[in-house]
């Protein structure tokens, strides 16, 4: 077979060239998004149009919202919609966007809620220690995700992590989380601390000790 002969990936290629930036985003989000990859960040979409600039990158994923195209789900960070998504993973997915930098793990109140050591905790929040910037992230309907700053660094906590295939991220054992409360002085009025040393976070079968 000739090495020039066509098949339906350099067509596909070759179309996709010769497209409006605009149509080139649709068809590329159209035939690579998919349930498990329908969050993208800027820096995701600047492989597809080399050379572009980024204010001209931000005036495309503008109009792409506008449009419908895409989902604008806080500053830098953008949702295909027509993808199969689990909204209940979406925060997780974006504290791994915004922080990719840097060393994160679910802790807190997101833990001690999960494991009925707290019971108030609001719907659409999740709370991360990170080693990036404290503050919120608002993220529109899906809620709002806040990292609290530490200068632990991996070696130091991982003993006390665990990975959740679920959401992609590593999550604090409880006896953990109630240190971080602590040392982040949050209130702990609400928490049960003697039913912390007798619960491991296990989620069926989604936890994997390190």
Avoid at 58 to 78: F, H, Q
Avoid at 125 to 137: D, F, S
Avoid at 178 to 201: F, G, H, I
Wanted: charged share 20%; net charge neutral; aromatic share 10%.
């Amino acid at each position: 077979m000739s090495g020039n002969a066509l098949t339906k990936y350099n067509i596909f290629c070759y179309v996709l060239y010769n497209m409006q930036p605009m149509n080139q985003l649709t068809e590329v989000l159209e035939h690579c998004a998919d349930k498990t990859h329908c969050l993208f960040s800027e820096d995701d979409f600047y492989p597809l149009f080399p050379g572009i600039t980024v204010q001209n990158l931000r005036m495309l994923l503008s109009r792409a919202s506008k449009n419908g195209v895409l989902e604008r789900v806080c500053k830098g960070v953008y949702l295909y919609p027509k993808a199969e998504y689990d909204s209940s993973l979406i925060l997780f997915k974006v504290a791994s966007k915004v922080r990719a930098g840097c060393w994160n793990y679910v802790s807190l109140e997101t833990v001690l809620s999960e494991c009925g050591i707290i019971s108030q905790m609001p719907m659409g929040w999740i709370t991360i220690m990170t080693t990036g910037r404290r503050g919120v992230i608002g993220c529109g309907r899906f809620g709002s995700v806040e990292f609290i700053h530490t200068e632990k660094q991996p070696e130091k906590t991982m003993p006390e992590l665990h990975l959740d295939r679920t959401t992609g991220m590593f999550w604090a054992s409880p006896e953990l989380a109630l240190r971080d409360m602590k040392n982040a002085r949050r209130p702990l009025d609400l928490a049960d601390t003697n039913l912390a040393r007798q619960v491991t976070p296990v989620k069926g079968a989604v936890f994997d000790s390190i």
